[in-house]
């Protein structure tokens, strides 16, 4: 297993437009997480998923993102009408997570949006 | 938001121990502290984490104060490898039952050769 995959690594694109990214997470990690991240400051927690359901989200997933993970495996992460407010890295993570465990997160390197 | 408090930036010498400092003053009993540190361009990488006891692993060491209010994270030979910001994050419970880690700005380390 090579980690937590994510593609594409950058991505231009023209206000307005949609753009779609996709994570792999590590094949036996139940838990995956979406979070954004602008110059100079640390991660910004999105939302989050235990297998294929999505358990919470973050007041910051305005009605233009939109996140899915079918099947429990890969996920998703859609902005709609992008903004250049939207220029971030956005970073997946995964987790393997039962009770009375309390293991890392693997994040991946993340895919850079600019919207021009 | 973050439950952390950390210094924006430190600075050290290469092969010289580093402590980084972490002040989690409302921390409850079930709170785990977590460290990562992210390099440039990359995402965020788990060093260490620890309850109540002291922990040692291959990257680190981690030193909990004995009320659990703050603690160290201890690089015992900094490399130039080791410039990278280090969070210091409370995994964050929801009454739901889900979880996230809930990262501050971090400590920014710069290793002089």
């Known amino acids: 297993d090579t980690g937590v995959s994510q593609n594409p690594r950058h991505k231009i694109t023209k206000r307005g437009q949609n753009v779609t990214f996709r994570c792999d997470p590590i094949s036996e990690h139940n838990r995956l997480y979406w979070y954004r991240q602008t110059l100079g400051q640390g991660p910004e927690f999105l939302t989050y998923?235990?297998?294929?359901?999505?358990?919470?989200k973050s007041r910051l997933l305005s009605d233009r993102f939109s996140a899915e993970r079918p099947k429990g495996s890969f996920s998703t992460l859609e902005i709609q009408r992008t903004e250049q407010g939207d220029s971030a890295m956005y970073l997946c993570?995964?987790?393997?997570?039962?009770?009375?465990?309390?293991?890392?997160?693997?994040f991946g390197s993340g895919t850079r949006l600019t919207v021009v | 938001d973050a439950k952390t408090t950390q210094p924006n930036s430190m600075e050290s010498n290469e092969e010289e121990p580093v402590h980084l400092p972490c002040n989690h003053s409302?921390?409850?009993?079930?709170?785990?502290i977590h460290w990562y540190r992210q390099l440039p361009s990359q995402g965020p990488e788990y060093v260490i984490h620890?309850?109540?006891s002291n922990v040692n692993n291959r990257m680190a060491s981690l030193a909990i104060a004995e009320d659990r209010k703050s603690s160290t994270l201890i690089l015992h030979r900094a490399t130039l490898r080791d410039a990278a910001v280090y969070y210091c994050?409370?995994?964050?419970?929801?009454?739901?039952?889900?979880?996230?880690?809930?990262f501050g700005k971090g400590t920014k380390l710069t290793v002089n050769p």
């Open positions: 993570a995964s987790s393997l997570a039962h009770i009375g465990n309390n293991y890392g997160y693997t």
């Open positions: 994050i409370l995994r964050d419970v929801s009454p739901a039952g889900s979880e996230k880690l809930v």
């Open positions: 409302t921390i409850s009993g079930t709170d785990y």
């Open positions: 620890g309850l109540t």
């Open positions: 998923f235990q297998n294929e359901a999505q358990l919470e």
